[in-house]
């Protein structure tokens, strides 16, 4: 049995990172706003299947002008000032990638109180299953919960699954690559118990075991050999490294013992805990590749495969890395942190080149710094390439050191009406994907504003372009940072 559930001025599909700035900023902006998640739980990439280890990383660009305002800024603030944040770290070597890391299990309850505090809706443990479309126009959503099937109204939906799930039942244009083709999947771990005196100690006197250049962007103008001249001179705990990756000899030991698997490197990130304790966390350490997500075999697969590497990556550490002999799990991800499936095609198409010349548009509404290109896609050979992963494109940063603005048009989706798409889905070329937290935060926000004032008006997200001055001005008023940095 259907049941009608009720009508709303904006219906946000999918409570991550980018639906729940969404559903804030339409709240805040005065529209009756119902956020729909399919779990019970809000905050996806942030602490439900992460988080990612680089947290709040990239608010700022190389040249450390601060290009990431508006919710996302508020919210690390917020943990800050509540003592679950680290303070923020900005190394030279690191530029744009400086690290802010939060307790993510604390960003879970906070989120909920902040979007109660601005008058939204929740409606969770829900499925959209079906999209309510008449001609162009998206009317609606059908969702699967406990009690059975409800059909929910409203003038403007936004989806925020990440897969572009919605707008691929209403039909939308996607584009996404065959499956040997996409970034891995990965379910992350997080343990305590590490004596980080004893380890620092390890990783201060075998600094060449350990990898810099995957943070590496050129308007810093260091090698590596600097980049650990400089950590000597500067590191005094863990906190001032952040994010380890390496250890060479320890893992190509491991490898003949057959005590490592085949399908990534060895590294892990921190995670902050009240009373200034540090956690190790592992983002990387499974890596299931092959595997459209969007594919219910494969996500399965994924599921089940990848904490099969996790607890080979666990016993690795307790057995090989000084410092970890004690550790135990506090934390497994309940689901896998999912890289890479569809993009949804939209009114423009944001481009590789956009971001290497560090573009400005118009229809600005919100900035990145992160760079464009390296994709790392799991060889079809894994078995005998100890892990190694082909890169589908070089990095290409923002020229001088900036950001690329992210144009509105992005996340209007193209051939269809009363619809906008926020997050990883968002319309770019591979190159540019922006799935990262910081970029799925900015587009969340912009969406959710965009919506709320199309539903105040009785206009559609595309006619919303001809005016977008508009939305520009409430992203403004919200925090958001659109003009005055490179």
């Keep these: 049995m259907l049941n009608f559930y009720g009508e709303y001025d904006v219906i946000v599909c999918g409570g991550g990172t980018s639906g729940v700035s969404a559903a804030l900023a339409s709240a805040r902006a005065g529209a009756k706003t119902l956020l729909i998640e399919r779990v019970g739980q809000l905050g996806g990439q942030m602490n439900f299947s992460g988080p990612p280890g680089f947290s709040f990383a990239w608010l700022y660009n190389a040249r450390q002008e601060l290009v990431v305002g508006g919710i996302a800024k508020e919210i690390y603030d917020l943990m800050l000032a509540e003592r679950h944040a680290m303070e923020e770290h900005h190394p030279r070597w690191r530029a744009g990638y400086q690290f802010n890391y939060i307790d993510p299990d604390w960003f879970g309850m906070y989120i909920y109180q902040l979007l109660a505090e601005a008058g939204c809706e929740f409606m969770l443990h829900s499925l959209v299953t079906e999209v309510v479309r008449e001609g162009d126009a998206v009317k609606g959503v059908i969702c699967e919960h406990p009690g059975g099937r409800s059909m929910i109204l409203g003038k403007v939906v936004i989806d925020c699954t990440g897969e572009g799930e919605v707008c691929y039942q209403a039909g939308a244009e996607t584009d996404k690559l065959p499956k040997d083709q996409l970034e891995p999947a990965t379910v992350a771990f997080t343990c305590d118990g590490v004596d980080w005196d004893k380890f620092m100690e390890y990783f201060m006197s ?10 590496y962007d050129p308007y810093i103008n260091m090698d590596e050999d600097q980049i650990r001249e400089y950590i000597r001179e500067n590191a005094k705990s863990i906190k001032d490294i952040g994010e380890v990756m390496g250890f060479v000899s320890l ?50 697969r994924v599921e089940i495969e990848a904490r099969e590497q996790d607890e080979i990556a666990y016993k690795f550490f ?62 079809s050979d894994a078995n005998t390439t100890n892990g190694t992963l082909t890169v589908a494109a070089i990095a290409r940063h923002p020229k001088d050191g900036g950001s690329n603005d992210i144009p509105y048009r992005c996340l209007v989706v193209k051939g269809l009406d009363n619809i906008l798409v926020a997050g990883k889905a968002i319309s770019t070329d591979r190159p540019s994907h922006n799935r990262f ?21 009785g206009i559609t997200p595309r006619q919303l372009e001809a005016s977008v001055g508009e939305l520009q001005e409430l992203l403004l008023k919200q925090g958001a940072i659109l003009y005055g940095t490179h």
């Design 437 to 457: 937290l910081q970029q799925t935060f900015v587009t969340g926000q912009a969406a959710g504003c965009a919506a709320a004032i199309c539903a105040k008006k």
């Design 318 to 379: 307790k057995k090989y890395v000084p410092g970890f002999e004690n550790i135990y799990i506090t934390r497994v991800c309940p689901e896998a942190r999912i890289r890479e499936t569809r993009r949804v095609v939209g009114d423009y198409i944001l481009q590789a080149e956009d971001v290497a010349d560090a573009r400005k548009f118009d229809d600005v509404i919100g900035k990145s710094a992160f760079p464009s290109g390296p994709k790392h896609v799991l060889p």
């Design 251 to 300: 893992h190509e030991k491991a490898m003949q013992v057959g005590e490592w698997h085949n399908y990534s490197g060895v590294g892990f990130f921190i995670m902050p805990r009240e009373g200034g304790k540090i956690q190790a966390h592992f983002q990387h350490s499974s890596q299931v590749g092959h595997a459209d997500c969007t594919d219910v075999r494969d996500i399965t």
């Design 206 to 215: 075998h600094l060449d075991e350990f990898d810099f250049n995957h943070i």
